[in-house]
T-cell receptor
Framework: QKEVEQNSGPLSVPEGAIASLNCTYSDRVSQSFFWYRQYSGKSPELIMSIYSNGDKEDGRFTAQLNKASQYVSLLIRDSQPSDSATYLCAVIPQGSYIPTFGRGTSLIVHP | DAGVIQSPRHEVTEMGQEVTLRCKPISGHNSLFWYRQTMMRGLELLIYFNNNVPIDDSGMPEDRFSAKMPNASFSTLKIQPSEPRDSAVYFC???????????FGSGTQLSVL
């Protein structure tokens, strides 16, 4: 079983809406959490990192972490067609330095 | 900085042939990762180097796969002999010590016929 789980989607939202992407992880002592964006045919790039419970905002992006529920999410406000991509959740367990990636969720923002 | 450089961008080969993928990490980065990405399995770690030393190779599928990092600026991933099931996109990524941000190369699209 994959240690980091994501719904593969696609998640389709209209332009201007809020896109909500979710990720669960199995290692209870994980400490570091990341969201990478991957455009079709391109390589992943880091967009958000979060380390403590609660929300972290960066522009239109908000990462949310709930360690008790082993759940991390990414909210994209005012979604734009240029946000259409696959979003990969990554987790680094405590005591490790190796990110484990989920399979990713495909997001489609339609005009 | 030019970022992480991988070569070749595309490789088409026949089953049984040897394949060598190359990676030049970002200067100053001491962590290097090789990942493989497929639709079915997503992004899977193959091997992790720190300061040129292999730290975790548990993701290397079998003895057909080998990886080296002879110095801080170069790494190779070799598949010998290649099989059709090895077809995937192979990414190299580098990072600083904490691995809090991975910088990925453009990837090598490998097709084994």
């Amino acid at each position: 079983q994959k240690e980091v789980e994501q719904n593969s989607g696609p998640l389709s939202v209209p332009e201007g809406a809020i896109a909500s992407l979710n990720c669960t992880y199995s290692d209870r002592v994980s400490q570091s959490f990341f969201w990478y964006r991957q455009y079709s045919g391109k390589s992943p790039e880091l967009i958000m990192s979060i380390y403590s419970n609660g929300d972290k905002e960066d522009g239109r992006f908000t990462a949310q972490l709930n360690k008790a529920s082993q759940y991390v999410s990414l909210l994209i406000r005012d979604s734009q067609p240029s946000d259409s991509a696959t979003y990969l959740c990554a987790v680094i367990p405590q005591g490790s330095y190796i990110p484990t990636f989920g399979r990713g969720t495909s997001l489609i923002v339609h005009p | 900085d030019a970022g992480v450089i991988q070569s070749p961008r595309h490789e088409v080969t026949e089953m049984g042939q040897e394949v060598t993928l190359r990676c030049k990490p970002i200067s100053g980065h001491n962590s290097l990762f090789w990942y493989r990405q497929t639709m079915m399995r997503g992004l899977e770690l193959l091997i992790y180097f720190n300061n040129n030393v292999p730290i975790d190779d548990s993701g290397m599928p079998e003895d057909r796969f080998s990886a080296k990092m002879p110095n801080a600026s170069f790494s190779t991933l070799k598949i010998q002999p290649s099989e059709p099931r090895d077809s995937a996109v192979y990414f190299c990524a580098s990072s600083t010590e904490t691995n809090e941000k991975l910088f990925f190369g453009s990837g090598t699209q490998l097709s084994v016929l």
